[in-house]
T-cell receptor
């Protein structure tokens, strides 16, 4: 079974600075999908960024980028120019490509609470 | 704006009550999910519906009864709940086009059992 580990329960960063959240996972599969979700106090889980394991290029979405190291099974999230609205719980998630549609499961990490210091 | 709409946002009920949670999406998604999330924990999958049929039940107690009346609507019927069932209940949906498509989540219903 796949496991996802987020070793940083809490992180803080000064506004406008850069912060990196770590995520490691364990799998025997060669192809899969990885996601970072953000959950602010408003409760909704919001997709931040996604990465396909077969792609060597790291995904980027505006101020958000990932450092995907497939051999090391590492998928860290970098947030540049941190803003107050980035304060949230961040979850790393893994999805197997073998999942038939409708039978897919997301395996979540335990989350990292990010605080932005004004 | 949330594309997956959940109602109510908050619910307080006694252990003998019967209530229902509702989830609605109009994105054409054909898979819908119920998750339970305790404070400071990740979401835990409860049920998955695919094309309006139950495809996954993660050994959830029978006091939780899901229903998918049509492709846009997902309900979770609650009966004789226990205090430990107090949690945030999240609904999600996903599109059948590709496995790379993410699940879209609603805002959740915060449930408190007295």
């Amino acid at each position: 079974a796949q496991t996802v580990t987020q070793s940083q329960p809490e992180m803080s960063v000064q506004e406008a600075e850069t912060v990196t959240l770590s995520c490691t996972y364990d799998t025997s599969e060669s192809d899969y999908y990885l996601f970072w979700y953000k959950q602010p106090p408003s409760r909704q889980m919001i997709l931040v960024i996604r990465q396909e394991a077969y792609k060597q290029q790291n995904a980027t979405e505006n101020r958000f980028s990932v450092n995907f190291q497939k051999a090391a099974k590492s998928f860290s999230l970098k947030i540049s120019d941190s803003q107050l609205g980035d304060a949230a719980m961040y979850f790393c998630a893994y999805r197997s490509p073998d999942s038939n549609f409708g039978n897919e499961k997301l395996t979540f990490g335990t989350g990292t609470r990010l605080t932005i210091i004004p | 704006d949330t594309e997956v709409t959940q109602t109510p946002k908050h619910l307080v009920m006694g252990m003998t009550n019967k209530k229902s949670l509702k989830c609605e999406q109009h994105m054409g998604h054909r898979a819908m999910y119920w998750y339970k999330q305790k404070a400071k924990k990740p979401p835990e999958l409860m049920f998955v519906y695919s094309y309006e049929k139950l495809s996954i039940n993660e050994s959830v107690p029978s006091r939780f009864s899901p229903e998918c009346p049509n492709s846009s609507l997902l309900n979770l019927h609650l009966h004789a709940l226990q205090p430990e069932d107090s949690a945030l209940y999240l609904c999600a949906s996903s599109h059948p086009s590709s496995l790379r498509e993410p699940q879209h989540f609603g805002d959740g219903t915060r449930l408190s059992i007295l």
